[in-house]
């Protein structure tokens, strides 16, 4: 099993900027491909953003609400994945949820390839 803590989240202003930080423990070094998504009230999760952790290692899927926008980054020695989010907009007010593929390669931008995920942080961006 793997184990997800995210931190980060708070009450910002349009445009400002934010950064999460997810920390991997348990079996992080089996690891495949960790993932940000979020869910804003009344809405399905989302795909945010993915790195490629023991397989691709290091490659990066976004969405498009996102590019050039958000980027996602790792450290591998703390087993912990980044999320910085740049310009920020009120459409990105949700809870974001750090997820882990473990034991196998499955789809980075659905939820269905995540197999653990963390408690949820949630980013409110006022206009």
């Known amino acids: 099993q793997?184990?997800?803590?995210?931190?980060?989240?708070?009450?910002?202003q349009a445009g400002d900027s934010l950064r999460f930080s997810c920390v991997a423990s348990g079996r992080s070094f089996n690891v495949y491909t960790m993932g940000w998504f979020r869910q804003a009230p009344g809405?399905?999760?989302?795909?945010?953003?993915?790195?490629?952790?023991?397989?691709?290692?290091?490659?990066?899927?976004?969405a498009d609400s996102v590019k050039g926008r958000f980027t996602i980054s790792r450290d591998n020695a703390k087993?912990?994945?980044?999320?910085q989010m740049n310009s920020l907009k009120p459409e990105d007010t949700a809870v974001y949820f750090c997820a882990a593929q473990l034991d196998k390669v499955g789809p980075q931008m659905s939820m269905?390839?995540?197999?653990?995920?963390?408690?949820?942080?949630q980013v409110t961006v006022s206009s």
């Open 2 to 12: 793997v184990q997800l803590v995210e931190s980060g989240g708070g009450l910002v």
């Open 43 to 62: 809405k399905e999760r989302e795909f945010v953003a993915a790195i490629g952790w023991r397989w691709n290692a290091g490659r990066t899927y976004y």
């Open 79 to 83: 087993s912990t994945v980044y999320l």
């Open 112 to 121: 269905v390839g995540y197999d653990y995920w963390g408690q949820g942080t």
